[in-house]
């Protein structure tokens, strides 16, 4: 009766996490790259927003790979 019990990191769960919002983020800032914002924020032509959402992609693909629940 020896039950071997899979423990899955949390570190993968905030991986697909960050990946997501990653995706949602950057959908939304090519959205309103085509349909501009009425009131701008100031220094809004750097897009800071989409490279959140890059860098926020990038880094839970990274993680969910690393972190990945079955790699022995």
Request: hydrophobic share 55%; aromatic share 14%.
């Amino acid at each position: 009766m020896s039950e071997h019990k899979r423990v899955i990191s949390i570190w993968f769960f905030i991986g697909a996490l960050m990946a997501i919002y990653g995706v949602l983020i950057t959908a939304s800032e090519i959205y309103h790259l085509s349909v501009p914002y009425d009131h701008p924020v100031v220094l809004s032509e750097l897009h800071a927003g989409l490279w959140l959402g890059v860098f926020m992609l990038v880094a839970g693909v990274l993680y969910s790979i690393k972190f990945r629940p079955g790699k022995g």
